[in-house]
């Protein structure tokens, strides 16, 4: 009533809410004998979650109680022993849903079975029982086998095809429907191969699709209500017993297919024997020579009887290990016997049961495993072939011996060196050379060990090779020699290659030795190496004596305060190195606090042999002159530092190295040395700055104006404004955490001149100095990308009693973050105010368009005809 109600008041809103309870829509057609389950449900209800249902049964017109889920003494007496014994029970399925179960339904269960909810809502709307109908018919389905027979059994080979035949008849009164699905189980469960459905479909189960689709299994109907299963090319999976699984189904009220009962029967024991094959080949590992033949023979066995062909295909690869999709297929012979082509290898069949590979003129890249594969194909019912079984060899090695030519190695020095800068040159010879052919060719590899001292033993270091094209390869320890033609390799004669070292040094005391390799020709014109010779080695040595370096660093001020020239010079003296000259670098150790250059050495400046100055690490643009090196004596240079600042304290070194002329006017290094360190240490007791960042308002909206202030604050000594000077720099990090690279905005050095950083938006930046120790940096316009945390990193500059301005170290203050917001009202306004203005004219101009067009432009005067005031009407009105 409240529905109706609703739907009479507000015919737009047909909805309401109300308790609904619900069953299947009856008739439902159930078999004798089998388990039956009602589902009843409830919906749009009020109350606890889980709800309670009664059950109640009619055959015409008085209900009896049959049983609840909330109330133990429901059920009435003729009821009671059933629902004790589980005949008759209730099986919840959610909160809000049951089912009442009937095991073996009998004639007397049919008729109307209603389900009943008590009412758990706070307004009575909706219904609170629903009835369906049961109706009971006798069973008529039968299923047997063929010819109703038991189940038999079957021994099939691999390969072959079977038959099996299931009946299934139904003398049902209703309209119903057989689904017949073919089954087999090879475990503990069953599974489907082939099912035609009640709908009349065909259906294959899991992992049959594509033997369903190749024909191999077919279901067939036949008379007398005969499925016949089909299955072609057995294999192993189809071993296993058997059953044709039929289910009667009807269709519902409501058009829904329903399953009524089921029957199986189990036909026949299948078992598969496979198909036995074994494949040998008859040649154990053997050696062949070069350009002789290779013959091996395959042999296969099989226990198959009948009709069969066999198919061999013969594999070649480098590992007995590879897979079959790695190796090379060398030759195949088809069940047709159709051999694959090729020039140098041929296969034969040589009886039913051998095949063999013949390989002529073997070369040494037909080394390693060769192995054949052999199957059996067996013909099926509609002419074509099913291969059954396929088996592979176990590999055979096959080593294929080079001819190798005779020859050996003389390696002699033409010319030796008796002092550094001298010429060598080394001769490597082909000596006693036999059975070289027009297919072999000769080539070079030139190595070098450095003498160690003791029992220790070098490693060798390829100096050059050559390729079978006599390309040379460079090696990295002569590479850059012989591009600038300190090192020659030549070839002087067929027999002949030699070695020359323009200017032999210090380096190159040792042994050398040559290699010489022969190469043949194969039959597709490559060249393969066949041999390697090396010679006995040849030592390079001359009487010398060791170089020696003595370097003393001096500092000519005792003491000195910061402001003053620090001033050192550095003594030089050698021993055996022939008319050196000396270049100089000067090193500075800072304290690891030192930020600049964490890793704590820093090259300064530096003076080469030629006498030429070079800032090195130096990069104070303020100072650029304030370091100087240079050359007093010839063993002595002096390096002086002027108006020192605290931050050039640490140890100061001459990293000395003495050159001696080499060949070619080339200077060549001799040998390396390091001064003793001189100490730059200032005692200052000066003030502690500290630095901090402020604002009043760190949350303004777009186009408004930001201020931050940079605020120095001085600890212990105090200074007179005139005396302190800073360089300030801001920064800024686009992120709420500090996990990115800052962003230079601007800077103002101690001198007032104002850096600021490239910026891409409409925004503006100005840094200004507002008290001595106040900076001002403010954001103009701001925009949303001038987000995120902002600082300023200050370095102090302060005026000593000399008058000496000393440079302090960096400070940075702890960030603030600045956060922009939009302005809705402002953002939206102009746009609004346009867009109002512009409908405003053109609504008035399209007034003022349609007054003018009716006005003027579409005014005509209609003149009607006067007509006659008769009876009958003229006959122009027709």
Same mark, same amino acid.
């Given at each position: 009533?409240?529905?109706?109600?609703?739907?009479?008041?507000?015919?737009?809103?047909?909805?309401?809410?109300?308790?609904?309870?619900?069953?299947?829509?009856?008739?439902?057609?159930?078999?004798?004998?089998?388990?039956?389950?009602?589902?009843?449900?409830?919906?749009?209800?009020?109350?606890?979650?889980?709800?309670?249902?009664?059950?109640?049964?009619?055959?015409?017109?008085?209900?009896?109680?049959?049983?609840?889920?909330?109330?133990?003494?429901?059920?009435?007496?003729?009821?009671?022993?059933?629902?004790?014994?589980?005949?008759?029970?209730?099986?919840?399925?959610?909160?809000?849903?049951?089912?009442?179960?009937?095991?073996?339904?009998?004639?007397?269960?049919?008729?109307?079975?209603?389900?009943?909810?008590p009412?758990?809502?706070?307004?009575?709307?909706?219904?609170?029982?629903?009835?369906?109908?049961?109706?009971?018919?006798?069973?008529?389905?039968?299923?047997?086998?063929s010819?109703?027979?038991?189940?038999?059994?079957?021994?099939?080979?691999?390969?072959?095809?079977?038959?099996?035949?299931?009946?299934?008849?139904?003398?049902?009164?209703?309209?119903?429907?057989?689904?017949?699905?073919?089954?087999?189980?090879?475990?503990?469960?069953?599974?489907?191969?082939?099912?035609?459905?009640?709908?009349?479909?065909?259906?294959?189960?899991?992992?049959?699709?594509?033997?369903?689709?190749?024909?191999?299994?077919r279901?067939?109907?036949?008379?007398?209500?005969?499925?016949?299963?089909?299955v072609?090319?057995?294999?192993?999976?189809?071993?296993?017993?058997?059953?044709?699984?039929?289910?009667?189904?009807?269709?519902?009220?409501?058009?829904?297919?329903?399953?009524?009962?089921?029957?199986?029967?189990?036909?026949?024991?299948?078992?598969i024997?496979?198909?036995v094959?074994?494949?040998?080949?008859?040649?154990s590992?053997?050696?062949?020579?070069?350009?002789?033949?290779?013959?091996?023979?395959?042999?296969?066995?099989?226990?198959?009887?009948?009709?069969?062909?066999?198919?061999?295909?013969?594999?070649?690869?480098?590992?007995?290990?590879?897979?079959?999709?790695?190796?090379?297929?060398?030759?195949?012979?088809?069940?047709?016997?159709?051999?694959?082509?090729?020039?140098?290898?041929?296969?034969?069949?040589?009886?039913?049961n051998?095949?063999?590979?013949?390989?002529?003129?073997?070369?040494?890249?037909?080394?390693?495993?060769?192995?054949?594969q052999?199957?059996?194909?067996?013909?099926?019912?509609?002419?074509?072939?099913?291969?059954?079984?396929?088996?592979?060899?176990?590999?055979?090695?096959?080593?294929?011996?080079?001819?190798?030519?005779?020859?050996?190695?003389?390696?002699?020095?033409?010319?030796?060196?008796?002092?550094?800068?001298?010429?060598?040159?080394?001769?490597?010879?082909?000596?006693?050379?036999?059975?070289?052919?027009?297919?072999?060719?000769?080539?070079?590899?030139?190595?070098?060990?450095?003498?160690?001292?003791?029992?220790?033993v070098?490693?060798e270091?390829?100096?050059?090779?050559?390729?079978?094209?006599?390309?040379?390869?460079?090696?990295?320890?002569?590479?850059?020699?012989?591009?600038?033609?300190?090192?020659?390799?030549?070839?002087?004669a067929?027999?002949?290659?030699?070695? &020359?070292?323009?200017? /032999?040094?210090? $380096? @190159?005391? !040792?042994? *050398?030795? +040559? %290699?010489?390799? =022969? #190469?043949s020709?194969?039959?597709?014109?490559?060249?393969?190496?066949?041999?390697?010779?090396t010679?006995?080695?040849?030592?390079?040595?001359?009487?010398?004596?060791?170089?020696?370096?003595?370097?003393?660093?001096?500092?000519?001020?005792?003491f000195?305060?910061?402001?003053?020239?620090?001033?050192?010079?550095?003594?030089?003296?050698?021993?055996?190195?022939?008319?050196?000259?000396?270049?100089?670098?000067?090193?500075?150790?800072?304290?690891?606090?030192?930020?600049?250059?964490?890793?704590?050495?820093?090259?300064?400046?530096s003076?080469?042999?030629?006498?030429v100055?070079?800032?090195?690490?130096?990069?104070?643009?303020t100072?650029?002159?304030?370091?100087?090196?240079?050359?007093?004596?010839?063993?002595?240079f002096?390096? &002086?530092?002027?108006? /020192?600042?605290? $931050? @050039?304290a !640490?140890? *100061?070194? +001459? %990293?000395?190295? =003495? #050159?001696?002329?080499?060949?070619?006017?080339?200077?060549?290094?001799?040998?390396?040395?390091?001064?003793?360190?001189?100490?730059?240490?200032?005692?200052?007791?000066?003030?502690?700055?500290?630095?901090s960042?402020?604002?009043?308002?760190?949350?303004?909206?777009?186009?408004?104006?930001?201020?931050?202030?940079c605020?120095?604050?001085?600890?212990?000594?105090?200074?007179?404004?005139?005396?302190?000077s800073?360089?300030?720099?801001?920064?800024?990090?686009?992120?709420f955490?500090?996990?990115?690279?800052?962003?230079?905005?601007?800077?103002?050095?101690?001198?007032?001149?104002?850096?600021?950083?490239?910026?891409?938006?409409?925004s503006?930046?100005?840094?200004?100095?507002?008290?001595?120790?106040?900076?001002?940096?403010?954001?103009?316009?701001?925009?949303?990308?001038?987000?995120?945390?902002?600082?300023?990193?200050?370095?102090?500059?302060?005026?000593?009693?000399?008058?000496?301005?000393?440079?302090?170290?960096?400070?940075?203050?702890?960030?603030?973050?600045?956060?922009?917001?939009?302005?809705?009202?402002?953002?939206?306004?102009?746009?609004?105010?346009?867009?109002?203005?512009?409908?405003?004219?053109?609504?008035?101009?399209?007034?003022?368009?349609g007054y003018?067009?009716?006005?003027?432009?579409?005014?005509?005067?209609?003149?009607?005809?006067?007509r006659?005031?008769?009876?009958?009407?003229?006959?122009?009105m027709?």
């Amino acid at each position: 009533i409240n529905c109706l109600i609703s739907f009479s008041l507000f015919p737009n809103l047909a909805f309401c809410r109300g308790r609904i309870v619900r069953v299947p829509k009856g008739p439902l057609i159930r078999v004798l004998g089998t388990e039956v389950a009602i589902p009843c449900s409830v919906s749009d209800y009020d109350g606890p979650s889980e709800q309670n249902f009664d059950w109640e049964f009619a055959r015409e017109t008085d209900l009896v109680r049959i049983v609840s889920t909330w109330d133990s003494t429901f059920t009435s007496e003729e009821y009671q022993k059933r629902v004790g014994h589980g005949d008759i029970k209730l099986r919840r399925s959610s909160n809000d849903a049951v089912e009442l179960v009937i095991k073996n339904i009998q004639p007397t269960d049919q008729g109307r079975y209603k389900c009943s909810t008590p009412s758990t809502d706070a307004t009575v709307q909706g219904n609170y029982d629903a009835e369906v109908q049961v109706k009971v018919i006798s069973d008529g389905l039968w299923v047997s086998g063929s010819k109703g027979r038991s189940s038999t059994s079957l021994k099939l080979s691999e390969g072959d095809s079977f038959k099996l035949r299931c009946s299934a008849i139904t003398t049902s009164p209703e309209h119903t429907h057989l689904h017949v699905t073919w089954q087999i189980k090879s475990g503990l469960s069953w599974q489907d191969i082939l099912s035609l459905t009640h709908e009349g479909k065909f259906q294959p189960g899991p992992g049959y699709e594509e033997r369903y689709r190749d024909g191999d299994i077919r279901l067939d109907t036949g008379a007398n209500d005969t499925y016949r299963l089909s299955v072609s090319q057995a294999s192993s999976v189809d071993a296993g017993v058997y059953r044709c699984l039929v289910s009667e189904w009807v269709r519902g009220a409501d058009s829904s297919w329903q399953k009524i009962q089921e029957k199986s029967v189990e036909i026949a024991s299948v078992s598969i024997q496979r198909t036995v094959l074994d494949v040998l080949i008859s040649t154990s590992n053997l050696s062949v020579t070069e350009r002789d033949s290779l013959d091996l023979t395959c042999n296969i066995t099989t226990d198959r009887s009948g009709i069969f062909q066999a198919e061999v295909t013969w594999y070649f690869s480098g590992s007995p290990d590879d897979t079959l999709s790695d190796a090379q297929v060398l030759l195949s012979m088809d069940h047709d016997s159709v051999v694959s082509d090729s020039t140098l290898i041929s296969l034969s069949h040589v009886d039913r049961n051998s095949y063999r590979l013949l390989v002529r003129d073997v070369g040494v890249e037909d080394s390693g495993y060769y192995f054949c594969q052999a199957a059996v194909w067996v013909p099926l019912h509609n002419g074509s072939w099913h291969k059954v079984v396929e088996r592979t060899s176990a590999p055979v090695s096959v080593v294929v011996t080079a001819l190798e030519p005779d020859y050996e190695v003389f390696l002699n020095a033409s010319k030796t060196p008796k002092f550094s800068d001298d010429p060598t040159e080394l001769e490597c010879r082909i000596t006693n050379a036999q059975d070289t052919e027009a297919n072999i060719r000769f080539t070079v590899s030139w190595y070098y060990k450095k003498h160690l001292p003791g029992d220790d033993v070098a490693t060798e270091e390829l100096l050059a090779t050559m390729d079978a094209d006599w390309t040379l390869l460079l090696g990295d320890r002569s590479r850059e020699r012989t591009q600038n033609g300190e090192i020659i390799f030549s070839k002087k004669a067929v027999d002949t290659f030699s070695l &020359r070292i323009q200017w /032999t040094s210090e $380096s @190159d005391r !040792g042994d *050398y030795f +040559c %290699v010489i390799s =022969a #190469w043949s020709r194969h039959r597709n014109n490559s060249w393969v190496k066949s041999k390697d010779v090396t010679s006995a080695p040849v030592s390079i040595l001359w009487a010398t004596q060791d170089y020696t370096l003595t370097v003393e660093a001096v500092k000519l001020k005792p003491f000195f305060v910061a402001g003053h020239t620090f001033e050192m010079t550095c003594k030089v003296s050698s021993k055996n190195i022939k008319t050196p000259r000396y270049s100089v670098l000067i090193t500075a150790e800072k304290p690891l606090t030192d930020q600049s250059n964490p890793n704590g050495t820093t090259r300064i400046i530096s003076l080469n042999q030629d006498s030429v100055v070079r800032l090195e690490d130096w990069t104070d643009q303020t100072r650029v002159d304030g370091v100087v090196l240079e050359k007093v004596q010839e063993n002595e240079f002096r390096y &002086r530092m002027y108006q /020192t600042q605290i $931050s @050039d304290a !640490g140890l *100061y070194r +001459c %990293v000395v190295t =003495a #050159w001696s002329p080499g060949g070619g006017g080339m200077w060549r290094e001799a040998v390396n040395g390091l001064s003793n360190p001189i100490q730059i240490d200032f005692q200052t007791s000066g003030p502690v700055f500290n630095v901090s960042v402020h604002s009043d308002n760190l949350t303004i909206y777009q186009g408004e104006l930001a201020d931050l202030l940079c605020i120095i604050t001085t600890d212990g000594m105090a200074l007179e404004p005139d005396d302190m000077s800073f360089d300030v720099s801001w920064f800024a990090v686009r992120s709420f955490a500090l996990d990115r690279e800052p962003v230079l905005l601007a800077s103002v050095d101690r001198r007032g001149i104002v850096t600021q950083s490239r910026r891409n938006g409409s925004s503006d930046l100005s840094l200004e100095r507002i008290s001595p120790l106040e900076f001002r940096l403010r954001v103009h316009g701001c925009e949303d990308h001038d987000f995120g945390n902002h600082y300023c990193v200050v370095t102090p500059w302060v005026r000593s009693a000399t008058g000496v301005w000393q440079q302090e170290p960096a400070v940075k203050a702890k960030p603030v973050f600045l956060s922009v917001k939009m302005d809705v009202l402002n953002a939206f306004k102009y746009p609004l105010l346009i867009g109002i203005g512009l409908a405003t004219v053109i609504g008035l101009l399209s007034c003022l368009i349609g007054y003018c067009s009716s006005r003027w432009c579409c005014k005509k005067e209609v003149q009607e005809t006067r007509r006659e005031r008769r009876r009958l009407m003229s006959m122009e009105m027709d």
